[in-house]
């Protein structure tokens, strides 16, 4: 009985009877059979000890040691006396029809919690790769709530044939609510029009990068929401206009001249007050070479200083005045820029007044681009979402339990 007890508690194989173990340099091969007690029969109900026959069933379980576990169990069939009815017995390790116990199972599913393939899990628990893809098949995410806060992104995929799908994340809450295979209008209106308009305006604020289908849905379907661009992209645009700028400009230079530039790029890119003496040396240096860089170096400071008012109001004021001035400057990639600043002016002055943005949802992407190369891609996108939803819902989970 204390045998029994030791297989049940330490081993979690309730009712199991351990008669022999056997060990090779990749297996561990358990013979057990379950506790003989009298079963009620499944047809008519009356109870009956009566053997039949036995037979001996493979079962997988998790790995141990470093090795593979197999159970080989003796199962006993029962004769009902009554009604003639021949039937196995019950136990609470092995779903009917299965060949692996339900720890096995938890296993399995626990593994694909990371960025691993299904080739790996499937390598480690000496599965097929087809039957992990099943057991993780029984998993499916329903369409979730709307947040108070949605932030909405898309990343380079390529299952279904589609060249991006787009994520859904809670800003606020650091979580992954949803993927969709598509980002274009049609679809993102079919998938937002399935939400009541009572749901629908619980989101007050919208947060997207400058894809206009994104605004034109926040616009159709988030009335009642604040649309917020997020800041790195539309930084970004400066910093593109000025790199246009040198690039343009470094052609021009001597081959020793534009190899410096290339080396001490970075340089100019970053605020001229946060370098040390030595640095601002060499951007001095750089910028002697080129009136067009200079004043396009010139153009780019004044926008990012821009980010040094805490009140959101001067720092709109501080962007209408760079808007004003890089519109007519004479040069066509800053030109260009204060269109576009323009254009989505709204979005990005909403922008000063929260702390919402896209930074959650471009570390989800990393993750997805990580998952993605190590199964060299997806063909099936439902697997796809589900796998990245498991993931960060189990993550979720964890950072619960560790507040707790």
């Known amino acids: 009985?204390?045998?029994?007890?030791?297989?049940?508690?330490?081993?979690?194989?309730?009712?199991?009877?351990?008669?022999?173990?056997?060990?090779?340099?990749?297996?561990?091969?358990?013979?057990?059979?379950?506790?003989?007690?009298?079963?009620?029969?499944?047809?008519?109900?009356?109870?009956?000890?009566?053997i039949h026959d036995y037979r001996m069933q493979k079962i997988k379980d998790i790995p141990a040691f470093g090795k593979n576990v197999v159970i080989l169990l003796r199962k006993r069939r029962y004769l009902c006396n009554h009604c003639g009815k021949r039937f196995y017995e019950e136990n609470t390790f092995l779903p009917r029809y299965y060949r692996m116990t339900n720890r096995l199972v938890g296993f399995v599913l626990e593994k694909l919690t990371d960025e691993r393939s299904f080739t790996s899990?499937?390598?480690?628990?000496?599965?097929?790769?087809?039957?992990?893809?099943?057991?993780?098949?029984?998993?499916?995410?329903?369409?979730?709530?709307?947040?108070?806060a949605l932030s909405i992104d898309e990343f380079k995929g390529n299952t279904n044939g589609e060249k991006y799908q787009c994520i859904i994340t809670d800003p606020i809450k650091k979580q992954v609510l949803d993927i969709l295979p598509k980002r274009y209008k049609p679809y993102l209106t079919n998938y937002f029009k399935e939400y009541s308009k009572e749901e629908r305006?619980?989101?007050?604020?919208?947060?997207?990068?400058?894809?206009?289908?994104?605004?034109?849905?926040?616009?159709?379907?988030?009335?009642?929401?604040?649309?917020?661009?997020?800041?790195?992209?539309?930084?970004?645009?400066?910093?593109?206009?000025?790199?246009n700028v040198r690039k343009e400009e470094q052609k021009k230079l001597s081959p020793s001249i534009r190899k410096y530039f290339k080396r001490s790029k970075s340089l100019l890119i970053k605020r001229y007050d946060s370098l040390d003496e030595e640095n601002k040396q060499a951007v001095n240096v750089m910028l002697y070479y080129s009136?067009?860089?200079?004043?396009?170096?010139?153009?780019?400071?004044?926008?990012?200083?821009?980010?040094?008012?805490?009140?959101?109001?001067?720092?709109?004021?501080?962007?209408?005045?760079?808007?004003?001035?890089?519109?007519?400057?004479?040069?066509?990639?800053?030109?260009?820029?204060?269109?576009?600043?323009?254009?989505?002016?709204?979005?990005?002055?909403?922008?000063?007044?929260?702390?919402?943005?896209?930074?959650?949802?471009?570390?989800?992407?990393?993750?997805?681009?990580?998952?993605?190369?190590?199964?060299?891609?997806?063909?099936?996108?439902?697997?796809f979402r589900n796998r990245i939803l498991h993931i960060f819902s189990h993550q979720k989970q964890q950072k619960e339990q560790a507040v707790a």
């Open 291 to 383: 009136v067009n860089i200079s004043r396009a170096h010139w153009y780019k400071e004044q926008f990012l200083k821009i980010f040094t008012y805490k009140d959101p109001q001067k720092a709109k004021g501080a962007l209408n005045e760079w808007i004003i001035n890089a519109e007519n400057c004479g040069i066509p990639q800053f030109e260009k820029c204060s269109e576009t600043m323009r254009n989505w002016y709204k979005g990005i002055t909403n922008s000063f007044y929260t702390p919402l943005a896209n930074g959650f949802t471009e570390g989800c992407n990393n993750k997805i681009k990580v998952l993605k190369r190590n199964a060299y891609g997806y063909r099936n996108f439902y697997r």
């Open 201 to 243: 305006n619980k989101v007050k604020y919208f947060v997207s990068d400058m894809w206009r289908t994104y605004a034109d849905i926040s616009d159709i379907w988030f009335r009642n929401s604040t649309s917020v661009i997020d800041r790195y992209h539309w930084i970004r645009q400066c910093i593109w206009a000025f790199e």
């Open 121 to 148: 899990v499937a390598r480690e628990v000496n599965l097929s790769v087809s039957t992990v893809m099943r057991i993780f098949d029984l998993i499916n995410y329903p369409k979730p709530d709307l947040p108070v």
């Open 1 to 50: 009985m204390l045998y029994t007890d030791f297989n049940g508690k330490l081993l979690g194989l309730q009712g199991l009877i351990i008669t022999n173990i056997e060990k090779t340099d990749s297996k561990i091969i358990i013979y057990a059979e379950m506790e003989r007690k009298e079963h009620k029969c499944p047809c008519c109900g009356n109870k009956t000890n009566a």
